[in-house]
């Protein structure tokens, strides 16, 4: 049963501090995306990635927050420094390669709480 | 612009009643698909449907049905003899393969809360 993992589950830090989340894709899949979700801005689209290039991080705020995808097995989004309006649940999905037929799958999700 | 909307917030009903969400998209571009995702009280988000532009033929699976209607740009999403276990926040999206590819577009979610 192939599943987006995600890790850590739950995180809460302080102000300032560096967070990072991780993610590992479907096997196969070459495309992935971070999402973030907010009671009041419902889910955003930050960043994606295609075959491991960064292809749209207009979503994501340049100045704290940073995507890359070191191996086709792991994608990780970091904030640094964090604050308090980053507190929210994000969203790891992934993309199968036939851009066609594309489904995003996604993981569980990382619960931020910036203190 | 592409936009998604969900009008209705919160639905509740009572089990084995029907229930239809509603989903009513914006977009320019010829060639586009739908989804719909259920995001249960856990919290992950579960791939349900998806169906491209050029195909609207109403799908059925199970107890949920889907109607896609080009001329009003709606998506409709249909449970029927909802069941507790169907509680949940359900979302649509459209992604376009013109513009920004691999962007879904989501709305706003309907909180659908089936009582015993």
């Known amino acids: 049963d192939a599943r987006v993992t995600q890790t850590p589950r739950h995180k809460v830090t302080e102000m300032g501090q560096e967070v990072t989340m991780r993610c590992q894709p479907i096997?196969?899949?070459?495309?992935v995306f971070w999402y973030r979700q907010t009671m009041m801005q419902g889910l955003e689209l930050l960043a994606y990635?295609?075959?491991?290039?960064?292809?749209?991080d207009s979503g994501m705020p340049k100045d704290r927050f940073s995507a890359e995808m070191p191996d086709a097995t792991l994608a990780t989004l970091k904030i640094q420094p964090s604050e308090p309006r980053d507190s929210a649940v994000y969203f790891c999905?992934?993309?199968?390669?036939?851009?066609?037929?594309?489904?995003?799958?996604f993981g569980p999700g990382t619960r931020l709480l910036v203190l | 612009a592409q936009k998604v909307t969900q009008a209705q917030t919160e639905i509740s009903v009572v089990e084995k009643e029907d229930v239809t969400l509603d989903c009513v998209y914006e977009?320019?571009?010829?060639?586009?698909?739908l989804f719909w995702y259920k995001q249960p009280p856990s919290g992950e988000l579960v791939f349900l449907i998806r169906?491209?532009?050029?195909?609207?033929q109403n799908e059925i699976s199970g107890r949920y049905s889907w109607n896609f209607q080009k001329s009003t740009s709606s998506f409709n999403f249909t449970i029927t003899a909802s069941q507790v276990v169907d509680s949940a926040v359900y979302f649509c999206?459209?992604?376009?393969?013109?513009?920004?590819?691999?962007?879904?577009?989501f709305g706003q979610g309907t909180r659908l809360t089936i009582n015993p």
């Open positions: 999905a992934s993309g199968s390669r036939d851009l066609l037929k594309e489904t995003q799958y």
């Open positions: 096997l196969g899949h070459n495309t």
């Open positions: 990635f295609r075959n491991r290039a960064p292809l749209d």
């Open positions: 977009t320019r571009d010829t060639t586009y698909y």
């Open positions: 169906r491209n532009s050029f195909d609207e």
């Open positions: 999206a459209l992604r376009s393969l013109i513009q920004g590819a691999q962007k879904l577009v």
